[in-house]
């Protein structure tokens, strides 16, 4: 039972927050310069023209009249048409996610690699110099922005190595090889960006286990630092690790939608961007909203997990 209210509180917070999320959107959205009707007529066009087609879009209809009707279409499964194609805006979002979502979930995977070694190795030897170097090197990487470490990669493999592409994208299906060397630099770029803010949290949480019984008893019966912070200290950490991937994730996928226009990947921050310029509202409040909605459900996520990481948080004890 008080698992299931666990789940169901969650599940609430989960609903309102993303009702929020699009009131937020729309209001922003259509706070925008510009007008749609006017950018598909052109500058000369005139104001009764411009008039006539914001009625046949459905511009001129209230506000209210219509959130309500885009949200209904969210609801099942229709984010709109796009005013200046004419084509579905789920049409337009599925291809570009793929791109996205390989770029998210490889960037993700790849800074727990470098994070978890580097914050344990950082906690071991935090009076020495490689806990030092660690530690200074974390700081660097979360003072470096997201852009700029991309074209550093971009001048140093691309142009001064020549070992990888420096922009464009190939699908999987068309030819692995190339899939996965275009996403090579933005996927470390992103991944040591990332893993530069989860090094300082990954050495704090192991410093906290190396002051710990069960560690020392583990050192006791003659197992090496290294074996015995990995074996009995993982576990513990994760809690902190996986509250802090569930508040990072937001900023990955901004950080993705920078790291697309500085390779030029056509994902969701590319289409993004051009519907933004051409106002074409309806393939903007559907991009965010998906995305809002991706954060919303890895957040909630985040929170299931703490379930099976955590036997007290079934039973309703205090963490």
């Keep these: 039972m008080q698992l299931g209210l666990r789940i169901a509180k969650r599940l ?7 009702l929020g999320a699009s009131l937020l959107i729309f209001a922003i959205t259509q706070a925008l310069p510009g007008d749609v009707a006017q950018v598909l007529l052109g500058t000369d066009a005139t104001p009764e023209a411009v008039a006539q087609l914001r009625a046949q879009l459905g511009l001129d209809r209230p506000w209210l009249v219509q959130y309500l009707d885009w949200i209904g279409g969210i609801l099942t499964g229709d984010f709109g048409v796009s005013h200046l194609s004419g084509d579905a805006v789920v049409s337009l979002l599925l291809p570009r996610l793929a791109v996205t979502m390989w770029l998210v979930g490889f960037a993700m995977f790849g800074s727990l690699l470098l994070a978890v070694p580097a914050g344990m190795i950082a906690a071991l030897k935090r009076r020495s110099w490689q806990g030092i170097l660690v530690s200074a090197s974390a700081q660097v990487g979360m003072a470096i922005p997201v852009f700029w470490g991309g074209i550093l990669a971009v001048v140093i493999f691309a142009v001064w190595l020549r070992w990888l592409p420096a922009n464009g994208y190939v699908p999987l299906t068309q030819n692995p090889a190339s899939w996965a060397a275009h996403l090579v630099l933005p ?3 992103l991944s040591a960006v990332q893993a530069a803010v989860l090094i300082r949290y990954v050495r704090s949480a192991f410093v906290e286990v190396l002051n710990e019984d069960y560690y020392r008893t583990a050192r006791s019966i003659g197992w090496t630092p290294m074996r015995a912070l990995f074996r009995h200290g993982l576990r513990n950490v994760a809690i902190s690790l996986v509250t802090v ?11 993705a939608i920078v790291i697309e226009s500085v390779f030029s990947l056509p994902g969701l921050g590319s289409l993004l961007m051009t519907a933004v310029a051409q106002r074409d509202l309806l393939v903007v409040q559907g991009t965010v909203m998906f995305l809002v909605l991706a954060v919303l459900a890895i957040s909630a996520l985040v929170d299931f997990s703490y379930l099976l990481i955590d036997p007290r948080q079934r039973t309703g004890r205090e963490a």
Excluded: I, K, M
Excluded at 12 to 18: D, R
Excluded at 245 to 255: A, D, M, P, R
């Design 187 to 189: 996927v470390l770029t």
């Design 12 to 18: 609430g917070v989960f609903s309102v927050s993303l």
């Design 245 to 255: 991937l569930g508040l990072q994730v937001s900023s990955v996928l901004v950080g």
